[in-house]
């Protein structure tokens, strides 16, 4: 049976393959050594792959097993890539798993939004936006300043504010 740090160290090493078969083999296993912040900086990494198969996994695995500050990951990443078409499709995974019931992202979410980065407050908002459309966020409602509409201070504009590094840190 392999030690704990030799099945790291593979893990980590198909993580990198220039094969996307091996690396997206790779993410389950990660997923089961998140504790290790060598398997979750890897996870984050994997967030910003060139293939968004492995974006996804990356993100199902960091908002399922990766505890408050996977999740804030994750949402930061959508909102510092929101312009980003590959990103939606996190998006769509992290409804998925709210609308499903498995799990309650958006309670998660909204249970930690004062430690949250900008970028993950835009995340949030346009996940939100997502799983319910249909609801108006006038402004005070949710992000400082959100409002439906394009001017200034509203959801179409808040990308452009530079990033900052929230409170959760990995």
């Known amino acids: 049976m392999a030690t704990h740090n030799s099945r790291l160290n593979d893990a980590l090493t198909r993580s990198r393959s220039e094969h996307s078969s091996t690396r997206v083999g790779a993410i389950p296993d990660l997923g089961l050594l998140i504790a290790e912040p060598e398997a979750r900086a890897r996870l984050v990494e994997m967030l910003d792959d060139d293939i968004v198969t492995m974006e996804i996994d990356a993100a199902d695995v960091l908002v399922r097993y990766g505890g408050d500050s996977g999740l804030a990951r994750v949402l930061d990443v959508l909102g510092r890539r929101r312009d980003d078409p590959d990103a939606d499709y996190i998006a769509y995974r992290l409804y998925e798993l709210d609308a499903s ?16 980065s900008d970028n993950a407050l835009v995340g949030l908002e346009d996940l939100l936006v997502l799983r319910f459309p249909e609801t108006p966020r006038p402004n005070g409602a949710g992000l400082k300043g959100w409002s439906a509409g394009g001017g200034e201070g509203s959801a179409s504009t808040m990308s452009s504010r530079p990033p900052t590094i929230g409170s959760i840190r990995m």
């Open 101 to 116: 019931g498995e799990k309650p992202v958006i309670d998660i979410a909204e249970s930690m939004r004062e430690l949250l």
